[in-house]
């Protein structure tokens, strides 16, 4: 009898412990990330050169702006898109890790030529995303607004600066 009062006492006191410990710990809360307009990019059909869309864009163009994209936003407007530069024209890898939406990726080569299309990328899903073909831009936009807008190989962007 005796031996199970302690062993009461010390279960007791470890869900004690426990239940401290858990009040200790301290949320950690941050801002939501927000698009910040950097730029504006037209999209142009191939035929004609005639306007398809304007976007305001966000310019992904450091190490850190590439590497983070769109991660840890909820969501986009239809009118805006991120714009990936790279240094140099070559393959490039995507991946949805910690991005929350689904998203259309518009490969842009060297001539800011649509090169290739990888559409209704998933959110949070890691599995590698390919260009198929040396580029050296990347348009992310939501799902479905390169069927929306009619986009086709060969279209092309062009972009400022704010």
């Known amino acids: 009898m005796r031996n199970n009062k302690i062993y009461l006492i010390l279960v007791v006191i470890f869900i004690i412990q426990l239940s401290c410990k858990e009040e200790n710990k301290k949320v950690i809360e941050t ?3 927000t698009f910040k307009k950097e730029g504006k990019l037209r999209i142009l059909k191939k035929e004609s050169d005639s306007l398809v869309i304007n976007l305001d864009i966000e310019i992904a163009d450091t190490d850190y702006e590439r590497e983070t ?10 009118n ?27 490969f842009v080569d060297d001539q800011m030529k649509i ?20 580029v050296k831009y990347v348009l992310e936009v939501n799902a479905g607004m390169s069927d929306k807008w009619s986009l086709e190989l060969g279209d092309s962007i062009s972009y400022e600066k704010d």
């Open 31 to 33: 801002a939501p990330v």
């Open 80 to 106: 805006q898109g991120m714009l990936f530069v790279f240094d140099d024209v070559s393959m490039h890898y995507f991946y949805m890790k910690n991005t929350e939406f689904p998203l259309d990726l518009i």
């Open 115 to 134: 090169a290739s299309f990888q559409k209704n990328a998933q959110p949070l899903n890691e599995n590698s995303l390919s260009s198929k073909v040396p």
């Open 69 to 78: 994209g769109l991660m840890y936003r909820s969501s986009m407007e239809p």
